[in-house]
């Protein structure tokens, strides 16, 4: 006996962007997330075009799980061929490209397929586990030892993406994998949009706590938009039941770019936008970084591993001038600091007779801040017993010549 899977499905094009390069299909069988990217040059139409194309897969595989990953990798990359035809025919859309992360039921196993940084998860007894790794730069730098997963999340290259669907590739890599499931499981398909600003953490506490799997999905979207939703968010929820669920009828669901229009009929592009590129050429800037790809990988890693390197040489560099700067400060205060003590004076003893001193009558340590001035040679016996006491105690006077005064008037030059 099979297992059943009951799913949810949402999408919203966030705080900052103006159009949704997002796609997301739930079906019966079939379930999916693609990011986009090419800007308004073409991401939405990339996501969408994907997302239609494999929709085609979501028929009760009669495979085996293997057969089936490998049944949806020749999809994808029959899809990625269209998306290279696409920007033949449409030159205007050069560099668009989509992530691609989703899954085939077969009985009681998945069938995953995944490429770029969207993502798969499973909550298993109460415990979120990440199943996907991202094919970006900064996960290879994590992966190779060069930085920690904390720094990843704010590494300047975290958009570059290493492998993706679109006109960069006529053969990319892509992951396929059987996967082990089990009644109760929770599989979340994600774009960026949600994992790049909510922790794990709480996306755990959020399918922990939420009682309807579209609960579940509407609370992980306002997670993210209260983190202020820079990017597009998807996200597709499914669950794992006991017992299969007899499909009646099909009930193929879509988000995102994909549910707004048709990508192709008879070969032509069918989005409203693209009516209006063929009119006219339109060019706006995008208000945040989206991921982008590199092709040239060993290149490019060699130059940001050099990049990374002088960056953190200046790093170094900057923190040795700022403890410079501190240490100077610091000497310069405490100079200052005791010149200000030299310029004092005060008479004190030093037991036998009464002694002019330089500075003030405290010490740091073993450093004493005061020295002899003159000894004036006048023993201390000599002097009455309040004058005794008042040099004992010292007196404190504002420069050699007062201090000269205050022995004077003693009676010292009597002496």
Same mark, same amino acid.
């Given at each position: 006996?099979?297992?059943?899977?009951?799913?949810?499905?949402?999408?919203?094009?966030?705080?900052?962007?103006?159009?949704?390069?997002?796609?997301?299909?739930?079906?019966?069988?079939?379930?999916? +997330?693609? #990011?986009?990217?090419?800007?308004?040059?073409?991401?939405?139409?990339?996501?969408?075009? +994907?997302?239609?194309?494999?929709?085609?897969? *979501?028929?009760?595989?009669?495979?085996?799980?293997?057969?089936?990953?490998?049944?949806?990798?020749?999809?994808?990359?029959?899809?990625? %061929?269209?998306?290279?035809?696409?920007?033949?025919?449409?030159?205007?859309?050069?560099?668009?490209? &989509?992530?691609?992360?989703?899954?085939?039921?077969?009985?009681?196993? =998945?069938?995953?397929?995944?490429?770029?940084?969207?993502?798969?998860?499973? =909550?298993?007894?109460?415990?979120?586990?990440?199943?996907?790794?991202?094919?970006?730069?900064?996960?290879?730098?994590?992966?190779?030892?060069?930085?920690?997963?904390?720094?990843?999340?704010?590494?300047?290259?975290?958009?570059?993406?290493?492998?993706?669907?679109?006109?960069?590739?006529?053969?990319?890599?892509?992951?396929?994998?059987?996967?082990?499931?089990?009644?109760? #499981?929770?599989?979340?398909?994600?774009?960026?949009?949600?994992?790049?600003?909510?922790? #794990?953490?709480?996306?755990?506490?959020?399918?922990?706590?939420?009682? &309807?799997?579209?609960?579940?999905?509407?609370?992980?979207?306002?997670?993210?938009?209260?983190?202020?939703?820079?990017?597009?968010?998807?996200?597709?929820?499914?669950?794992?039941?006991?017992?299969?669920?007899?499909?009646?009828?099909?009930?193929?669901?879509?988000?995102?770019?994909?549910?707004?229009?048709?990508?192709?009929?008879?070969?032509?592009?069918?989005?409203?936008?693209?009516?209006?590129?063929?009119?006219?050429?339109?060019?706006?800037?995008?208000?945040?970084?989206?991921?982008?790809?590199?092709?040239? +990988?060993?290149?490019?890693?060699?130059?940001?591993?050099?990049?990374? %390197?002088?960056?953190?040489?200046?790093?170094?560099?900057?923190?040795?001038?700022?403890?410079?700067?501190?240490?100077?400060?610091?000497?310069?205060?405490?100079?200052?600091?005791?010149?200000?003590?030299?310029?004092?004076?005060?008479?004190?003893? *030093?037991?036998?007779?009464?002694?002019?001193?330089?500075?003030?009558?405290?010490?740091?340590?073993?450093?004493? =801040?005061?020295?002899?001035?003159?000894?004036?040679?006048?023993?201390?016996?000599?002097?009455?017993?309040?004058?005794?006491?008042?040099?004992?105690?010292?007196?404190?006077?504002?420069?050699?010549?007062?201090?000269?005064?205050?022995?004077?008037?003693?009676?010292? *030059?009597?002496?």
């Amino acid at each position: 006996m099979s297992y059943g899977y009951n799913s949810a499905i949402g999408s919203h094009v966030g705080m900052v962007r103006s159009n949704n390069q997002d796609s997301g299909f739930a079906g019966d069988y079939l379930y999916l +997330v693609a #990011d986009g990217m090419g800007g308004h040059a073409g991401g939405d139409v990339a996501s969408a075009l +994907v997302a239609k194309e494999i929709s085609s897969q *979501d028929v009760r595989p009669e495979s085996s799980p293997e057969m089936a990953g490998l049944t949806l990798r020749n999809a994808l990359l029959e899809a990625n %061929k269209k998306l290279r035809g696409t920007v033949k025919d449409h030159p205007e859309l050069a560099g668009l490209g &989509t992530t691609f992360c989703g899954f085939l039921t077969v009985g009681k196993q =998945l069938a995953l397929a995944h490429i770029g940084d969207s993502r798969l998860y499973r =909550l298993r007894d109460g415990k979120l586990e990440q199943i996907t790794k991202d094919h970006t730069f900064v996960q290879r730098l994590v992966d190779s030892g060069r930085i920690t997963e904390e720094e990843a999340k704010f590494h300047p290259r975290r958009s570059v993406l290493m492998r993706v669907l679109g006109d960069v590739e006529s053969a990319p890599e892509i992951d396929v994998s059987v996967l082990d499931t089990q009644p109760g #499981d929770i599989w979340l398909l994600c774009s960026d949009g949600l994992c790049g600003y909510v922790e #794990d953490p709480d996306i755990e506490k959020i399918l922990r706590r939420s009682h &309807t799997l579209q609960g579940a999905v509407d609370a992980l979207i306002d997670k993210s938009l209260a983190h202020g939703a820079p990017d597009n968010v998807t996200v597709v929820l499914v669950e794992t039941e006991a017992e299969e669920i007899p499909v009646e009828e099909p009930n193929p669901r879509f988000v995102g770019s994909a549910a707004n229009a048709p990508v192709l009929r008879d070969g032509e592009i069918t989005t409203a936008r693209m009516r209006l590129l063929s009119r006219r050429r339109v060019r706006r800037v995008p208000v945040v970084e989206e991921s982008h790809f590199e092709p040239r +990988v060993d290149e490019y890693l060699t130059e940001l591993l050099a990049e990374t %390197k002088r960056r953190n040489a200046r790093r170094r560099l900057m923190w040795l001038l700022g403890v410079v700067a501190v240490l100077c400060a610091i000497g310069g205060a405490l100079l200052f600091s005791y010149q200000w003590t030299q310029s004092r004076y005060f008479v004190g003893t *030093d037991g036998d007779t009464v002694i002019i001193y330089q500075g003030v009558q405290q010490s740091i340590g073993s450093l004493s =801040l005061y020295s002899v001035a003159e000894d004036t040679g006048i023993p201390l016996e000599a002097l009455d017993g309040m004058e005794r006491r008042q040099i004992q105690r010292s007196l404190s006077a504002g420069s050699l010549s007062e201090a000269r005064d205050i022995v004077l008037r003693l009676g010292g *030059d009597e002496q």
